[in-house]
């Protein structure tokens, strides 16, 4: 049975990692709790800005150490109001489609995403997703220690990841599909046999040109 692997920001949402970050530090217990976090991430803001460009893995690691001190009760509480306000309303119109129409041929569908899991399941229950490669948070004494557990799901790291879950499953990679929206995952686009890209980057697009790879574009 083949795989196909989809990317989650630009892909199959409009939004990315930094929406649902914002939306877990305005509803911490207390309105000066939330501008702390607030406070702190907006001194992080410059090095996050330059790591996007240089080094996705570091700013995945800057950015969730913005979840320090949270408790994991309230990670799981405010989980799913987070995905029904901030990731539900964001799905592009046709993403649903696009993963059914994997789903309709067999593939096992997999939500690949520098996301955190718990928020991932959530939209992989909601697509009919089968599986999800994702960010997990470190936790220690019930509070998330602001530090990720390894590998960190960024970058080329998810081509890794990707090869790792296929021979898991007994997937043949040649056979597999994989689908994203940036040139940062052409190493994880270029693991498979049938690449795509979807709502590409001018850069991707233009790879996508020269290699005769499918180009697909969800409406908002």
Not at 98 to 112: I, N, P, R, Y
Request: proline residues 5%.
């Amino acid at each position: 049975m083949p795989a196909s692997y989809f990317d989650v920001d630009g892909t199959l949402v409009t939004t990315n990692l930094v929406h649902p970050t914002v939306f877990y530090m305005m509803n911490q217990p207390t309105p000066m709790h939330s501008l702390a976090k607030l406070g702190r991430a907006l001194v992080k803001a410059p090095w996050m800005a330059m790591a996007e460009l240089q080094d996705r893995r570091l700013f995945n690691e800057l950015l969730f150490s913005s979840f320090e001190g949270v408790s994991e009760d309230r990670l799981v509480a405010l989980a799913e109001e987070a995905f029904a306000k901030v990731l539900k309303p964001a799905i592009y119109a046709k993403a649903r489609d696009l993963v059914k129409c994997s789903l309709d041929k067999g593939h096992d569908v997999v939500l690949v995403s520098g996301a955190l899991d718990f928020l991932m399941q959530l939209l992989a229950d909601h697509l009919g997703a089968t599986g999800i490669i994702a960010n997990r948070l470190e936790v220690k004494d019930r509070f998330a220690t602001g530090k990720l557990l390894r590998p960190v799901v960024a970058g080329p790291e998810k081509a890794r990841l990707i090869r790792e879950h296929a021979h898991a499953h007994g997937h043949d990679l040649d056979e597999c599909f994989a689908y994203s929206d940036s040139y940062s995952d052409v190493p994880m686009l270029s693991v498979v046999g049938y690449p795509a890209a979807v709502n590409p980057d001018r850069k991707l697009k233009m790879l996508a040109q020269a290699y005769h790879w499918p180009i697909l574009h969800l409406a908002a």
